[in-house]
Every structure is written in C-alpha cells, then in structure tokens.
C-alpha cells in the first residue's frame, strides 16, 4: 500500500472519529440544560421541606427519633458511590471511585467494616473488579434519575439503620457547578446532624403550623423524606456532571480530531507531491533514455 492510501485511509477514520465526537458533544451539550433545570426545578421543594422540618424540630426532642441516634465508633459504614452507566465522561467517575477508595480505607484503619452500595456501572464493575463488599447495586439511573430511585435506595438504608445493622451512611458523588467544573464531594447520610433539623434563632416573624396528627409523627414521616430528597440531589448533581464532563472530553476529542486532520492533510499532500515529482523524474529520464538510444 502507498503512502497516500495509507494516510488517505487515516484521514478517513479520524474524521468519522471527530464526527461521533462532534455529535456526542452537541448531544451532552443538550442534556446538560435538561439537567439544569430538573436541579432548579427539585430546589424549592428541598428548601420548603427543610423549612417545615426545622420548625416541626423547634417542638420536638429530635435527639429522640432513631435515625438521630449517633453510634460512634462506626462498627459497619455503608458509602454509596454514585457513579455514570456510561463512560466517556473524562476522569468524573475515576474521582468518586477514587474517593470511594480513599474513604473506605479510612473508616477500616478506624475499625469499621465497609460494604459499598455502587449506583452506575461504572462503579458496580469497579468494586466487583477490587472484590469489595458490594451491599447492593443500581443501574440504568444516571441518564434520568427519577425521585422514585432515591425512595426506594433510601428506605433500604433507612432500614438498615433503625435495625442497627448500619452504624453510619456516606454518599460520594459529583457536585456539578457548571458545565466545565464538577466536584467529587461526600456526605454523611445517617445519621442525619442535628445541625440540619434545628432551627436557627431569629429575630423576625415565623410560619405558625398546625401538627395533624403529633409533632412526632410527623417529624418520623419529614427525616426520611429528608434522606430521600439528599439522595436525589447528589443523583441529579450526578446526573448533571456526567453530561458536563463528557461534553467537556468530546470537545478535546473533536479538538484534537481537528488538529490531527490539518497535520495528515498537510502530510498526504507532501507525500502526493514527492510521487508526483518522483513520477515526473522517471517520465523524464524514461525519455532521455529513448533520446540517447535513438
């Protein structure tokens, strides 16, 4: 084979590249906006019910509900790592499995055992590449995470806790601040702070409710409703960095496809005019030749 056809062919895969990668980027650029507004959209419910649990805590002993109840030193600590179903996102599920890692081998120097409870299959492949204690497992979540994905992973740990199997909960995902920068960070599930349910002192005027049935009861039904609305944050922030980091990874792809093309345009026509010239030098030496046999 030539040197054009080689670098012809070359040239080729390199701009089908860059066009998958162009097209992932718009595509990501996309469902960045989409993820934006569902994080906007599930903030004034987060902030209302915090609001309502804070002054349902100004009447209640909140150090007597269990999931209040601080066990320490932690005997078995549960991290869930959130993480995307698919790659291509740059280093964003390396930093939270790295995190993971990181936390994990902390809480064992301290004594506790460490089960992971891995959302995305990214993290699921990795802890069951690493042999970890894999608690549970959730997949097909990170494209569209749904409030009924956060229920159902939290009442699994909420009863893990109240059973006292579990001593403390940690989850470890992305904070997205915006479309080029997202933040591995972790946050202590359970037991939940008092600092996050009691309310701050203030001088001005405060919304006056009406418990139905009992302060208690409904201060049981608010904190796990708290954790649940934790759990979807971190997989809507999840969700939302995953699209940031791809379309920032596909715009270095298609940069660098870009690039490459300009430098195999320039080489293919140097080599195309090296057998050009080398195809004229041979013509003129053919007829030389026939010159002098004549």
Not at 31 to 49: D, G, S, T, W
Not at 96 to 111: M, Q
Not at 153 to 179: P, R, T, W
Not at 234 to 243: D, F, G, K, T, V
Request: some cysteine.
């Amino acid at each position: 084979m030539s040197k054009t056809s080689e670098i012809r062919r070359r040239l080729k895969s390199v701009d089908n590249t860059k066009q998958i990668t162009k097209t992932m980027e718009m595509v990501a650029a996309a469902k960045i906006r989409k993820a934006q507004e569902r994080i906007e959209q599930a903030r004034p419910y987060a902030l209302q019910m915090m609001d309502v649990l804070a002054h349902v805590a100004q009447h209640v002993q909140v150090s007597s509900h269990p999931l209040l109840e601080t066990r320490e030193p932690s005997k078995r600590t549960v991290i869930v790592a959130v993480t995307s179903d698919r790659g291509l996102c740059g280093a964003a599920n390396a930093n939270i499995l790295r995190r993971s890692d990181n936390l994990a081998t902390a809480e064992r120097e301290a004594g506790a055992q460490v089960d992971i409870f891995a959302i995305g299959r990214k993290a699921i492949n990795y802890f069951r590449y690493v042999e970890a204690n894999i608690l549970d497992e959730r997949r097909e979540i990170s494209d569209n995470p749904k409030f009924s994905d956060a229920k159902s992973i939290g009442a699994e740990l909420i009863e893990l806790y109240q059973k006292k199997e579990v001593d403390k909960v940690v989850v470890i995902f992305n904070h997205f601040k915006s479309a080029m920068e997202q933040t591995p960070v972790e946050h202590v599930l359970l037991p939940i702070k008092r600092d996050a349910v009691e309310a701050e002192e203030s001088g001005g005027a405060t919304a006056e409710y009406e418990f139905e049935p009992g302060k208690e009861e409904v201060l049981g039904r608010l904190l796990p409703t708290y954790i649940e609305a934790l759990i979807y944050r971190a997989l809507l922030e999840s969700s939302a960095s995953e699209q940031g980091a791809r379309r920032t990874a596909m715009k270095a792809a298609t940069d660098n496809a870009t690039e490459m093309i300009a430098l195999l345009t320039r080489s293919f026509n140097r080599a195309r005019q090296a057998a050009i010239t080398q195809e004229i030098a041979e013509i003129v030496g053919g007829a030389e030749a026939l010159g002098e046999a004549d």
